[in-house]
């Protein structure tokens, strides 16, 4: 299935969010998601699932001001 | 001092973490100005690259409060979304609450923000609003429940100073009760002690440190600055006068004639 994450195509094997997210080798635990603009909370990643095309954005800390 | 969401913080400093030399700079910035508040923002990680975990075992190591903002959104859709993911990285209810609608200025889309803020509160956040000096606008943000205003003092990253002071010394006195900070386009210690004289409670600046040729000493500079500023405040100064009053006496001066 091919998906777009953080603006760039992806190919992936899994389905689900939380799995995507390790197939792709975010580990860490300061990630934030959204599924095609929308966010997607921690706890509810493991039951959102994915289908052709979704637009996924994974954010982490970083400077601000 | 006045509490924020019910948080009293150690110093009238908020500092950013953006744009310094280096990491090393960062951390001796936030030590020698003895900041209470952190500003950080989300932004797209690479997988396996990590650099949002290096970045965040910096920022938890400085033992400050952390306030994460919605930087560089210019829907309420956008910033709304933001909000919630910071909430749920960053395990805060604080959210610095930014709706850009101006380009050229960062201005903020204060329609925008207002309606975001509602939203947000609602919803159980603790709102820090980045708006103008706008007396309307900042009552209708208390309206919709937050209990925090953050005014520019000109705009963002231009180091010009306070660019409305009538409009800042309007605001504090329409609103006494209200914590306010103010926030952006600061560029010299003397602007934060201006703003601390006003009355405000706390400044939120970064650029100006992060870019100053020296940015630790810049960081002590506005340290010193903001305690000064607040201490005049405290100390009640007298009021301007359009006419010289000599200050020594003159009663039992010689006449030399």
Known sequence: MNIIVNGEDKEISNTKLHEVLIELGYTGKKLATALNGNFVSIEDRENTALSEGDKIEVLSPQQGG | ?257
């Not at chain 2, 030399?21 to 936030?30: A, E, G, T």
């Not at chain 2, 953050?150 to 009538?166: A, E, K, R, T, V």
């Not at chain 2, 006494?176 to 560029?187: E, K, Q, R, S």
Request: with cysteine; glycine share 8%.
């Open chain 2, 1 to 257: 001092m006045k509490k924020f969401y019910g948080v009293k913080i150690e110093s009238q400093m908020m500092l950013g973490t953006s744009q310094y030399p280096s990491p090393s700079i960062l951390v001796s910035c936030f030590k020698k100005s003895k900041a209470s508040v952190a500003t950080v923002s989300l932004r797209r990680e690479s997988g396996g690259n990590n650099s949002g975990k290096s970045f965040w075992s910096i920022i938890k190591d400085l033992d400050v409060k952390i306030l994460p903002n919605t930087a560089g959104c210019y829907s309420v859709k956008e910033a709304i979304t933001t909000a919630h993911m910071a909430r749920d990285v960053f395990d805060t209810k604080w959210i610095k609450l930014e709706v850009i609608g101006e380009e050229d200025t960062l201005q903020p889309d204060v329609f925008g923000l207002v309606e975001a803020a509602k939203i947000l509160t609602e919803d159980g956040f603790q709102v820090f609003p980045y708006t103008t000096e706008d007396l309307v606008v900042a009552e209708k943000l208390l309206n919709v429940g937050c209990e925090v205003l953050m005014p520019w003092g000109s705009p963002i990253g231009s180091g010009q100073g306070l660019n409305n002071i009538f409009g800042l010394k309007a605001l504090r006195a329409h609103f006494p009760d209200i914590a306010m900070v103010v926030d952006a386009g600061l560029g010299l210690p003397s602007h934060a002690a201006i703003a601390m004289e006003l009355g405000f409670d706390a400044i939120l600046l970064n650029t100006a440190i992060a870019k100053a040729g020296d940015p630790v000493t810049m960081a002590e500079a506005f340290s010193h600055a903001i305690i000064s500023g607040s201490l005049g405040r405290k100390a009640d100064p007298m009021e301007p006068r359009e006419m010289a009053s000599p200050s020594t006496p003159v009663f039992g001066k010689a006449f030399l004639e």
